[in-house]
């Protein structure tokens, strides 16, 4: 059948795809939310998001023998590599240690300390807070007083035996996390 008028036809495409554009900006990404998480790596009040970070990558453990126990070795972590990721899907950065850093592409880096973790469900790393040092050089990660480490998947240490023969062994795990940044407010 074809088309009586055809500039309307567009006309009125144009105008429902309009509407759909302005529909999917009320969609926009909330803002991060801590009230489902454990008290005990909130952030305390006074503080805002400055940054929202999706990591991915791995953690090593080494096998070693445990501290003053004779012929018990364990799975010690040595350290994370991983990406850092915005909301939109873009690389911005890279998280690795030791120490624990968070480097952003503009070369802004940070280190911290860890004030507190909380469970994050089995075969997940648990959630995490850290005390934030002041920044290294200028840019997204200047400011930052906080980081958390929220909605983790996997990253435990490897379930393979870790005895004698494989001391100094170093093993691969992958993990996800989010890293939210936060600044006084």
């Given at each position: 059948?074809?088309?009586?008028?055809?500039?309307?036809?567009?006309?009125?495409?144009?105008?429902?795809?309009?509407?759909?554009?302005?529909?999917?900006?009320?969609?926009?990404?909330?803002?991060?939310?801590?009230?489902?998480?454990?008290?005990?790596?909130?952030?305390?009040?006074?503080?805002?998001?400055?940054?929202?970070?999706?990591?991915?990558?791995?953690?090593?453990?080494?096998?070693?023998?445990?501290?003053?126990?004779?012929?018990?070795?364990?799975?010690?972590?040595?350290?994370?590599?991983?990406?850092?990721?915005?909301?939109?899907?873009?690389?911005?950065?890279?998280?690795?240690?030791?120490?624990?850093?968070?480097?952003?592409?503009?070369?802004?880096?940070?280190?911290?300390?860890?004030?507190?973790?909380?469970?994050?469900?089995?075969?997940?790393?648990?959630?995490?807070?850290?005390?934030?040092?002041?920044?290294?050089?200028?840019?997204?990660?200047?400011?930052?007083?906080?980081?958390?480490?929220?909605?983790?998947?996997?990253?435990?240490a490897p379930s393979?035996?870790?005895?004698?023969?494989?001391?100094?062994?170093?093993?691969l795990v992958k993990?996800?996390?989010?890293?939210?940044?936060?600044?006084?407010?």
């Open positions: 059948m074809p088309v009586q008028n055809p500039t309307r036809l567009l006309a009125a495409l144009v105008t429902v795809m309009g509407l759909g554009a302005c529909a999917s900006m009320g969609n926009a990404p909330m803002a991060f939310s801590q009230t489902s998480l454990p008290d005990a790596v909130k952030v305390p009040a006074g503080h805002a998001v400055a940054m929202e970070t999706a990591a991915a990558g791995d953690i090593t453990y080494e096998c070693r023998a445990k501290k003053d126990m004779a012929g018990q070795f364990e799975w010690v972590f040595v350290g994370p590599d991983a990406g850092l990721r915005d909301r939109s899907g873009n690389v911005i950065g890279r998280y690795f240690g030791p120490p624990a850093t968070w480097e952003n592409r503009d070369g802004s880096k940070v280190t911290g300390a860890q004030l507190a973790v909380a469970p994050s469900g089995v075969g997940n790393i648990p959630f995490q807070l850290v005390k934030a040092n002041p920044a290294m050089g200028s840019g997204a990660m200047q400011g930052v007083t906080y980081i958390q480490r929220v909605a983790t998947q996997g990253g435990v393979a035996p870790c005895e004698a023969s494989g001391l100094g062994k170093k093993q993990y996800q996390a989010d890293y939210i940044f936060w600044r006084a407010a």
